[in-house]
């Protein structure tokens, strides 16, 4: 483990992960197909973001993204990818998948960007940064960043606290990885996440868990959820097509 807690530094990470070939079968292909059903949003907030949003970027649609991660080196890996807006083998595969066909679909993800924040998600305190409490946002997500915490006490008010920054009836994503070898990291179990869930404010409208044969992880938890009060109107049902 690093100082962030993660298998890999920022630029290991990068290369271990996010490389050129999309890695069937660990699960990532089943976090994007649950993103495809959270429709259009304006205002998409990433936590714990890694140098990866452009990743999940392919299967949302949203118009503005903040990145928001601890670590200024996964920040920067990010600030210089988008930039060159040139996807890797992951990206082009991921938006096939997710049949983002139009020429514009990763550039467009790109310019959607709005900014990178340096701030710890996980401490006792909502996070304070103004670019982030002085919005709401239609999406929060967090990939990687809850599995994290070092119990289940640390995961349910984190849980909390990221998602009071969330408009209500907001859309809330994620994925967490279960480690084979951290003994130091919370325990991921279905009550977990309901209780979690329950205490924010948080219907889930998708929760399961995929098995893995990562020799570093054993599973992944994909949940997809609404911020109450959501109308209901408007569950979670198809992919919607568009672009
Ligand atoms: C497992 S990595 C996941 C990265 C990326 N979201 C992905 O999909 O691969 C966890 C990320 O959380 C970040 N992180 C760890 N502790 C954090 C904290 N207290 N506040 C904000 N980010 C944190 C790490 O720097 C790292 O980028």
């Avoid at 495809?36 to 299967?59: F, K, Q, Y």
């Avoid at 998948?97 to 993800?109: K, S, Y």
């Avoid at 998708?206 to 990562?214: A, V």
Wanted: hydrophobic share 40%; glycine share 6%.
């Amino acid at each position: 483990m690093n100082s962030e807690g993660t298998v890999a530094g920022a630029q290991e990470y990068w290369r271990r992960y996010y490389a050129e070939q999309f890695r069937f079968g660990l699960g990532t292909e089943d976090i994007l197909a649950a993103l495809m059903r959270i429709p259009p949003v304006t205002t998409w907030a990433d936590l714990g973001c890694g140098s990866e949003s452009m990743l999940w970027a392919t299967a949302l649609r949203a118009q503005r993204l903040v990145a928001v991660d601890i670590d200024t080196q996964r920040l920067e890996i990010l600030r210089q990818f988008v930039t060159t807006a040139q996807p890797r083998g992951i990206h082009v595969t991921a938006l096939e998948l997710c049949g983002r066909t139009d020429p514009d679909a990763f550039e467009a993800r790109c310019r959607s960007l709005t900014a990178l924040i340096q701030a710890d998600c996980l401490s006792s305190q909502p996070p304070t940064d103004p670019r982030l409490i002085e919005q709401s946002f239609n999406l929060v997500t967090q990939f990687g960043l809850l599995g994290l915490c070092r119990d289940a006490n640390h995961f349910t008010t984190s849980f909390a606290h990221i998602h009071r920054l969330q408009a209500p009836g907001g859309w809330v994503g994620g994925a967490n990885w279960v480690a084979r070898h951290a003994p130091s990291r919370v325990e991921l179990t279905r009550q977990l996440y309901t209780t979690a869930a329950t205490r924010a404010g948080v219907h889930l409208l998708l929760l399961k868990r995929i098995p893995s044969p990562d020799p570093d992880f054993t599973a992944v938890w994909i949940y997809i959820g609404r911020k109450t009060p959501c109308p209901r109107s408007a569950p979670l049902t198809s992919r919607h097509p568009t672009n």
